[in-house]
């Protein structure tokens, strides 16, 4: 008597045959499941070094061969060979700068160049460490050991000893107040004036 031809045992070699496929099934799926929890765990471990990272380095960025710029009625754009940037304090302290105050056209009104400047990004302010020396677009010349640019009321502000140089005439004082394309400058402390025959020619 041959046993292919009995229906029992064939039913028993189908699921036989269907429990080791599934057994091969949930094998391949746990070992798929595995690959997957290891890269997620390799993803969660990136994760939280880069949050390490950041935490470590929280309100402080370096920036090296940037500019900064602004918008405005009177935009200006600042070139520095570096920029550390304080989250905090919302200040930026540029090194080696050279700065241009623009009009509305972009047009330069004032260049100046200067060791490091601290920049109030909020209000767009900059303070600049000196010695400071600027020129303006009509040839103007400007030293000081202090300048501020007040932003808001759109006026230059030097201190610590000042030089303006303009056609036909030197002035020195302890400080100085200049509007933005410097046709208005007031010099105050200590003035003295002096006249020479080649303009915009030191002493």
Request: hydrophobic share 30%; with cysteine.
């Amino acid at each position: 008597m041959s046993l292919e031809g009995c229906p029992q045992i064939k039913d028993d070699k189908t699921k036989m045959e269907e429990q080791e496929r599934a057994e091969k099934e949930r094998v391949s799926v746990e070992s798929d499941s595995t690959r997957v929890e290891d890269k997620i765990n390799d993803v969660v471990t990136k994760v939280e070094e880069v949050k390490d990272s950041l935490q470590s380095n929280y309100g402080k960025q370096e920036v090296n061969s940037l500019s900064l710029s602004a918008k405005g009625d009177t935009p200006w754009d600042l070139k520095a060979d570096k920029i550390d940037y304080d989250d905090n304090s919302k200040r930026a302290r540029a090194s080696k700068i050279v700065w241009n105050l623009l009009d509305k056209d972009g047009n330069s009104l004032l260049e100046l160049s200067g060791d490091a400047a601290v920049v109030n990004v909020p209000t767009q302010g900059i303070a600049f460490e000196g010695p400071v020396q600027a020129k303006g677009a009509h040839g103007e010349e400007i030293t000081c050991q202090k300048l501020v640019w007040d932003s808001k009321n759109r006026q230059l502000h030097g201190s610590n000893g000042v030089r303006v140089v303009r056609e036909g005439s030197i002035m020195t004082g302890r400080e100085m107040i200049a509007s933005p394309d410097l046709k208005r400058v007031e010099v105050k402390g200590d003035v003295r004036v002096s006249f020479t025959a080649n303009p915009l020619k030191s002493e």
